[in-house]
Structure formats: structure tokens, C-alpha cells
């Protein structure tokens, strides 16, 4: 790893602009300084104009084409010639303070004067003014906000519950949760992170709920990457990962601005990435992988139940093919015997042992569900036939491979899709082939002894400092209203999973609905 | 550091463990049923091994769907090991369901073949005994049978069947048969199968299916030999005493003309030893519980005091059930299958030390008494019978 982050420093020094130093007085000199910077820049474009007709003032605006809106500039050249019309009577303030003036009521403004900086600005989409005589300049934000409108997330759909998703644009996705949680305490704090992308990062948490010395940690983690570039949360989350060797996901990223909110309000800190529609939330716990924003949006015991299936889902798509492996090879006894018979009557005259058969089924279906996933759209389609009828069926039917292995192959795939969260349900059928192998050799015990190393490096896992079977391992007393169960709402007192700072309650009163003497109040 | 220390530490325990050679199921003989027969030279071994290809087709096959393998030996062991002289595929005796034992052998005695079963590692103590009555195993493991593909898996259900629903047998497995041997004071009972040819039957099959298995009553042992059998009825009794009793068909006629059919649908028993001047005596307390099945005749069972005498009449026909058979059993076989003596034991513990080596010639003179109550619970869907005129009684 050192020599990896060696090598990375080495390349970035090379890339850092020429000129690191302070702005000119001279504004020829700036302005040949920048054009030397972004020589082989097409797209950068420089106006020099005089700012009146009489004095020699001159000024520059620069601004990189492609990533401006135009309507902006339109609208900010016509500004700037009325500014001049009126400039051209009064001959009084200096052009820079004029400008200043006139924009900082209406736009956000910003001043600098290292190059650096404005490099940053110009490369943000912003319009730079320079002036002749002053080492300052203006920025003026005319960026191009053009993207993906709003749209419902792909990865993560429900039936019930907002379908919304998050999009490319970092503004845009912290409005989607500001939105849903109208609270002065919400915090933003603004990062941009990776030496040549700059990409603009976003932490938000709020204050009070979520503990302080979590969000100190987070921060601290993040300003520490020297990267040059980040392109998606993944490369903060690898960054920062606690134990960056473990196949487990330990920050959850989400596409639903409710998810975001929703864990902001349990006292977790949210990580925006500009350029991606996920959004990483940490600390995240081995259960919340198995939740969806949908378990709260319907009723609380159908919530659980889904709930349960999706563990019962985990453990399938963990174990079966192994089970099956070290079952039907080591130990055909504890098999009934009617059960015994239907599986030796289809094993009968398949040429492959268990194991290796169990191992082609599985691969053959990862490469189909890889396959499926970049296909063309058109030709998915052709894809499942071919691994449905060809696969499955002929393969049966010639006897190459037997079929209880492509049920049990299915249900393990149909179980894997349970999981509602990707990279858990990646992490886990990868798992699973490890599974497979100690089953193949040593049978059941070996799958035991495979149990047990998980369950260690489960409970060894932390996510930000907190253990990632929090709040079972560590026993949290109130912790386990929002695991495997979904209590009520009004059951639900105190925030989920004790990671909260000082605000600790999540209800005030009592249950809204007021009994009388008879019961129940009725109206007819 | 010490992570990496564990590390080797468990790898090497991976391979410290026995037991956990693979085998492919294709490459096993699965065998289902086991028969023993006694012969001059030793054992005469019959198994009975699944053959998954004819399994394995959708539609009927011309193969069988069991394979018979047949081999002689001096002791069950090398008879056993030497079928695989003749076999392409491992022997698995795992999930033998059955073991049939010849009525050569059963009469000669079982413990040497039990040792066998109780020691090998592969067998479960799971599979039930049945005695081949007046045949030998090698002859009923070479019938074919009806509805069940596999005849080994039909004997094991038919017999759990016919131990519920009609109540000649009973399912006996080895840690039971070992320990009824082993016990003083209670003798072991193991059901009897036969091979029958009906008449009825080949009309519609080719002469060899028309043969079928069957249970027959109960083969009662003296310690581990054979020493008689009982009759359907017999063994019925025999059900009621020990209070091991499944939905059973009793009848009664009332009148002489009539019949009156109940099932059974629950009886327990208690056996009270009591000691009277050092001679002890057995009192069996039954419970029974009865469903009216059929009213074959006129009798009104809503009326009470007909209800009575229904009730006296089950009374007594289940008191001659269980008196014939403890006759029998005194008289005839001299052999304690009811665990009378057991029951001694735990009530009078210090007169059954004085018993205990003269108990099988006490036993034979031990008075019996039967304190039978009999419950009639429901007349079914319809209360009277549908044929009986109002006014007429």
C-alpha cells in the first residue's frame, strides 16, 4: 500500500499548475500566465474590453465554454454593459468595487487573488473578471447545471414510498433530503477532495443527533485522502473503510433521498459525492443492509415479516449450495430416506461429481447474471432464454447435470435477490464459493468451521468505530426495536441502535388516539 | 500477529478430525431392506439395494426398481463385505428401513445378529425387525409390491400403518428390542409378515405379482428365541394390556344380530402390582375411548340405556381380547411379553428380588385381574340409525 501512495504523490506533483503563486498587478502578464496554464484548452475563452470609453482600464472576463450555461453569460454581459453605460456618466469608483456592488446583492461572489484559486473557480464553471492594476479577481458562478432531471431510482424500487432518486448533481441531491428534514440543525460541511478532479464532496449530519466525536472521525478520515481523483462515493468509502481487506460493505449507499434522511435521523453522517446518485451513509450496521425504506411505509408485523425472510433469504443464498454439497457427498445419512432415493434417482448417471456440478451450475449463473446486467437492453431478453432453456433444461435433459442442482441453484439466485442491498448481496454470494469449497472438501464441519470464521470477522468488523453487529453484538438494551423486528412508531421511543449524540428521544407523547370510559370514541 | 499464529492452528485442526471421506451418492448401493436367514454354513444374507436408473425414469421401466444381492457367510460381517464381489457400487447401510428376519433363525435366537446391528457404525438403530412366518427372508424380499416402488419402503410403512389402524403389530426398533431382551421381567414381541396369493388379485395382474406381504400377528420370544405366535386377536389383547393402542375397529352384536362397529380412538393402560402374603398379583386398569363407527341393525345408541349396554358389551369383549391372550401367553408360551414382571419390580421392589429367579415359574401362576372402563364419545354424523322406524325399539 505505502509504495501504491508513493506513486500516487509522485504523479500529482507533476500536475499542479505552473503557476502556484499570486496574481499579477499586470493584467497582460495574468492573463498570458493562464493561457500558458490551459494551453492545450480549447474551450477557454478571454474577453478583454475597456471598462469606459475614456480611461485606459482594462478588464478581462474569462470563463471555460463548455462548462458555462449561456443563458447566464447572456444575461451577465448585458449587465455589464448597462453597469458601463451608467460607469461612463458618474467616472468615480473603481471598476472592481463597482462590480463587486452590483453582484454581491444578486449573486454569490466570490474575490481571490492566487491563481490556484482561480483555477478552481474558472474550472468550476464560474466567469473569472480580472483588472488591470489590481491583483484581485471576481468570480461570478455561471455554471451549467444541465443533467439527469429527478428520476425514479433504478437499483432501489418500491411499491410504496416516495420514488424519487438521487441524480448526478451534488446540489441538487442535498435540496432532495433538505426537503425532507426542514431543521436548522441540519449541517452541510463542504469538502472538495482529489487533487486533479476536485470533486465536490458534502457531509451532512445534524447537529446533536448525531455524536460529535462520530463526526469529527468521518471528517478527519475524509481530509486525510490524497487521491487525485474521486469519481463515485465507492472511492471514499475504499479510503476510508475501517477494515479495508473485508468483502462486507460498512458504509450503505442508497439512491433514495427518504433512506438518506431517515438514517441522518438515527444519528448517522451522510457522504454526497458530485457526479453520482449514491449517496453513502455511515456508520452502517449488518442489518440495515437487510432493511428498505419500504419497511416503514407499510404496516409494522408485515414489515417484520418481510424482515425475517430477508435474513432467511441471507442464509439461504449463504448456505444452501453448500449444505446440499456436503450433504449429498459426506453424509447421506441424516437424509430421509424417501428424499434419499428421489435425489440418488436424479443423480443417477451424471458424470460429474456433486461438488464440481454444484460449482459449473453456480458459475453458469453468475456469467448469466453478469451477462444480463451489461447486455444491450434488446438482447436481455435473448440472454435468460438462453440460460433458462439451453442451461437449464438440456443440460438436465441430457443428463450432464442432475436436477436438484438447478433448484438448488435457483434458490439460491432467487434468494440472493432478496438481499435489498447490492453490494451485501455481492458480498455474500462470493461468500458463498468460499462455502462451497469447504463443503466440497470437508463436508458439513468444514461448513461449520466456515460459519465460525464469518461470525468472527463479523463481529471483529467495524464501521467508523462502531461493530458492525451492533446493536446485537454489542447487546444495545433498546437497540433491537429496528433490527429484525420493525416495532411501531409509537414503540420506538429512543433512536435506533444507541449511536445517537445527546438528543436520545425520538417521541415526545403519548399514543394520539384518547380512550373514554367505553372506549374508544365512535361516531355514527 | 496473533491472528497470523491462529491461522495454522486452524488449518491443522481441519485435518485432525475422522469420518469425512466423500462419496458421490451414484457410486453408492443404497440398501433399503435386509433379510437374515439361518443355514448350515451360517447366514444366508439377502439384501435389497435400490436401483436409481429405473427410479429415474418418469414412466414405467422394464427394470426393476430394487436389486437383490444374495450371499452366504459364516458370520453376518463377511457375509455382508463379500456382495461386494458382485457389486459395482459401495454398500450403504444407512438407510436400511427393515431388517427380515427367517423364522429359522428367529426360533435358533437373535442376540448374536443384534451385537452386529448395535456395533457397526453404519447402521441407525431406526429400522424396525419383522419375522418371515413359516417362510424365510430371502423369499419375501423377492416380492414386489403394489403403490410402493421400493418393497423395503412399503414393509416400513405398511407396518406403521397396520400398528395404528388395525393393531396386530407393532413397530419394534433395536435400542427397544435390545432392551426388552435385556430386561428382567418383560419379553419381547416382534411382528410377524407373511407371503400370500389371493385369488382376487390375478385377475388383473400376471401370476407372480399376485403375490403379496402381509402382517400377521405377533411372533412372541422367550429372551431372543422364538417361541410362538400370536393370532390377530391375540395381539390385539396384547395391545390393550401394554396401553399401546392406535385407531382400532372393535365389534360387538347386540341381540346376536346386531353389529355394532366402534374405532377406537384412545386407550391407555396401567398395569397395579400388588403383594398379598408374599403372592403377587397384577391388576390391569384400561381406559378406553370409542367412536361409534356403523350401526348394523336397529339399535337405538341415543338412548341411554342402550348406550349402557354397548358399553358393557365393548366392556367385555375387550376383557376377553386381553384375558385370551394372557391365557395364552401363561399357559402356552410361558413368556412375560406384557412386562408383568416389570411391573412388580417398581411397585414391590423387595418381593421381586425374592421372584425375580423363580419368575418364570411364578409367572405362569400369577393371578391377573382387568378393571376395563369404556367411554363412548360420539355417534358419528348421524345419531340415529336411518332405518329405524319411530315407535319400533
Redesign the interface.
Known sequence: MGILRRVFRRKNKKQIPRTDGFLYRDLLKNITNIKADFEQNDDLIVNSFKWSDNQDTICASLYIKTLVNTETINSLSEEISILKMKENKSRQALPLDVLRAHFSGVRTLKEGDRYIDLYADLLSGNTVFLLHGSSQYLSIPTESTEGRSVEEPSSQTVIRGPKEGFTENINQNIMLVRKRIKSNALSLESLSLGNLTRTDVGLMYIKNIAKDSMVREIQGRIKRIETDSILEGAYIEEWIKDDRYSIFPTFLSSEKPDSVAAALLEGKVAIFTDGTPYVLTAPALMVEFFHSSEDYYHHYIIATMMRILRFFAFFLTLLIPSFYIAI???H??ILP??L???????????PF??FLEALIMENTFEILREAGIRMPRAIGPAISIVGALVLGQAAVDAGIISNVIVIIVSITAISSFAIPNYEMSNAVRTTRFAFMVLA?V??L??VF?GII?LTLHLCKLKSIGVPYLTPIAPWIKDGNVDTFFRFPFWAMKNRPFGLHGDDKRRIGGEYPVRKNKKGNQEFR | MKAKAIIPVLLMMLFCTGCWSSREINTLAITICLGIDKTDEGYLITKQVLNPTALAMQKGSDEDPVVLFVQKGENLFSALRKIATESSRKMYNSHVRVVVLGENLAREGIKDILDFFMREHEFRTDFYYVIAKGTTANEVLGILTPLESVPGVKLYLSLENSERYWGITSAINSIFLVQSILADGINPVLPGIEIISKAGYSEMENSNDAKRLQYTGMGVFQEDKLIGWLSEDEAKGYHYIIGDVGNYVEQVYYNGKDQIVCEVRDSQSKMIASCKDDKPSVCVKIKTSLNIAAVEGVLDITKQENRKILKELLEKRIKLLCEKVQKKAQQELHSDIFGFGEAIHRREPKLWKKLKDSWDTEYVKLPVHYDITVEIKQAGQISKPMFLKEGED
Not at chain 1, 434419499?340 to 451424471?350: F, P
Open positions: 449429498a457427498t459426506f447421506q445419512e430416506t424417501p434419499l432415493i428421489s435425489i440418488a434417482a436424479q443423480r443417477e448417471g451424471v461429481p456433486t466440497g470437508t463436508g464441519y468444514g468451521i470464521i
